[in-house]
Nanobody
Framework: QVQLVESGGGLVQAGGSLRLSCAAS????????MGWFRQAPGKEREFVAA?????????TYADSVKGRFTISRDNAKNTVYLQMNSLKPEDTAVYYC???????????????WGQGTQVTVSS
């Protein structure tokens, strides 16, 4: 029903910025809450940010990215974004997007996942 494809990853210097995109299929996209996760080598998957559907009026962030990252959505384009500013080497990871029926289910009950995009931050 919903297919997700991430893009926008790359190599950046510490202090730089990057914007990730997650393109979704399906006409029911706007009703889903969306989230971003990341996984560094040898580490468990970590929650990054989430946004409510359909208007995106509620957002939540992990403490480690508050004030630096911003999640947003454009329902007309079936796309969710993650704007990452003031990047640090510890932000290096594969970033994944996910879709859930409501915001409270994003962390542990997401129904759909993308394949990930690599973000590398050099010191």
């Amino acid at each position: 029903q919903v297919q997700l494809v991430e893009s926008g990853g790359g190599l950046v210097q510490a202090g730089g910025s990057l914007r990730l995109s997650c393109a979704a299929s399906g006409r029911t996209f706007s009703s889903y809450a969306m989230g971003w996760f990341r996984q560094a080598p040898g580490k468990e998957r970590e929650f990054v940010a989430a946004i409510s559907g359909p208007g995106g009026g509620v957002t939540t962030y992990a403490d480690s990215v508050k004030g630096r990252f911003t999640i947003s959505r454009d329902n007309a384009k079936n796309t969710v974004y993650l704007q990452m500013n003031s990047l640090k080497p510890e932000d290096t990871a594969v970033y994944y997007c996910a879709a859930a029926k409501r915001l409270g289910l994003v962390r542990d009950g997401s129904d759909y996942w993308g394949q990930g995009t690599q973000v590398t931050v050099s010191s």
